[in-house]
Each structure stands twice: as structure tokens, then as C-alpha cells.
């Protein structure tokens, strides 16, 4: 997620019942780039200290990277956890409580959490899918202050200049010569339809159209 999602994402950690949270980095590696610093690490836990539906310690682990602007803020731009596993421990004394309740003692052994996250985070990750992506025209709109149709448009004309005009010149010698292959090979189909009989005429062009399709 990105810099203007981080702060909903840990409201979203305490509104699913979590009243501690905390990270423990092992051999973290930070490397610096023109305007930013990436922090790697492989070996990352996230702690969580669940205090309803049940008092629950959820350790999970995974690979934390965290790239953080390059100034006196140093704000963090982009936060990507993966997680690998996680564990739901329950405190052996509340276990004692209800020994002799077995309906408890089902409750308790269910786990709390999807992978150490709680559904509050999960559904405001699924929101996350949709609105990291949106993040250009939202800001698109606030310095232009355009509709949201015209945002669209001139982020989406914009991104296709990006990805098609710097490749679009080499590439273009090829594909003028390809037509001119397509044209000429179109031109001596046509030029032995007349000549053959109409069996192998219908062949070729079959055979053409097939040319042109792959080509194409």
C-alpha cells in the first residue's frame, strides 16, 4: 500500500481489537537510491495483543520492505508486507479456567485471525486493490480540479504515450517491411489465381489470409 493508505491500515489493525501491536526486525538491510531508502527485511514478526474476542498473542511472520522518502521527514512511500506463516497463542491460565467447559474450550481453539490479520484489515485491504491504483486520479483532480471522466482520460492518454511512444520508432522499420512482404506475397497470389485453376486459387487465399492474420 501506498503513502496515503498506511495510516487507514493501522486505525483498521485497532478497530479489529488489537490493543498492542509492534514489529521485531532481524538483519534488516537498508539501501539508498537518488530520492529514497528501501528497508529489506527477510526476517520480520509482526506482534499483535488481541484483547477481544478472547485475550490471543498472534505472531506473524514475513518479509517487511518499506521505501521511505529521501528528506528530514522521512516518510514512508510504500509498505509491502508478505506473510509467510503465523501463530495464535492463548495464555495456559485462561486455558485452566474453562478446563472443565468444553464449549469454551472450542471457542478457544478457533482461530481469531486469516493469517494474523483480523477482517476489519482484510476488508480494508480488498478496498485497498481498488483505490492504490486510483491514486493518480484522485490527486489529478485536486491539482486540476478536472471531472473525473477527464481525469480518466488524461491519465489514461498520458500512461499510453508512456508505454507505446519511446518503443514505437525502432519498431517501426519491421512492420512497414512486414506490409510490404504481406502486399507483395497478396500480389503474386493473385497474380497465379488468374493463371491456375480455381482449387489452388482458393488455397492461396486461404493461405494469405492466414499470412495476414499471423502477422498481424
Same mark, same amino acid.
Given at each position: 500500500i501506498g503513502? $496515503? =493508505?498506511i495510516p487507514r491500515y493501522f486505525s483498521t489493525v485497532f478497530e479489529g481489537g488489537v490493543t498492542d501491536l509492534y514489529y521485531i526486525l532481524k538483519h534488516s538491510k537498508e539501501s539508498y537510491h537518488n530520492s529514497s531508502i528501501t528497508v529489506d527485511c +527477510?526476517?520480520? $514478526?509482526?506482534?499483535t495483543q488481541h484483547g477481544k474476542p478472547m485475550f490471543t498473542k498472534v505472531c506473524t511472520e514475513g518479509r517487511l520492505i518499506l521505501e521511505f $522518502?529521501? +528528506?528530514d521527514l522521512m516518510r514512508i512511500k510504500t509498505w509491502h508486507f508478505t506473510i509467510r506463516q503465523y501463530r495464535e497463542l492463548v495464555p495456559r491460565s485462561i486455558l485452566a479456567m474453562h478446563a472443565q467447559d468444553p464449549q469454551v474450550l472450542e471457542q478457544l481453539s478457533k482461530n481469531i485471525t486469516r493469517m494474523g490479520l483480523t477482517n476489519f484489515t482484510l476488508n480494508y485491504l480488498r478496498l485497498c486493490v481498488i483505490l492504490e491504483p486510483m491514486q493518480e486520479l484522485m490527486s489529478r483532480h485536486k491539482t486540476y480540479n478536472l471531472s473525473p471522466r477527464d481525469c480518466l482520460k488524461t491519465c489514461l492518454f498520458q500512461k499510453w504515450q508512456r508505454m507505446v511512444a519511446p518503443p514505437a520508432e525502432p519498431t517501426r522499420q519491421p512492420t512497414t517491411k512486414r506490409r510490404k512482404r504481406k502486399n507483395s506475397t497478396s500480389s503474386t497470389s493473385n497474380s &497465379?489465381?488468374?493463371n491456375n485453376a480455381n482449387s489452388t486459387n482458393s488455397k492461396k487465399k486461404s493461405a494469405a489470409a492466414n499470412l495476414s =492474420? &499471423?502477422?498481424q
Open positions: 503513502r $496515503t =493508505l +527477510d526476517q520480520c $514478526t509482526m506482534v $522518502t529521501f +528528506d &497465379s489465381a488468374g =492474420l &499471423s502477422s
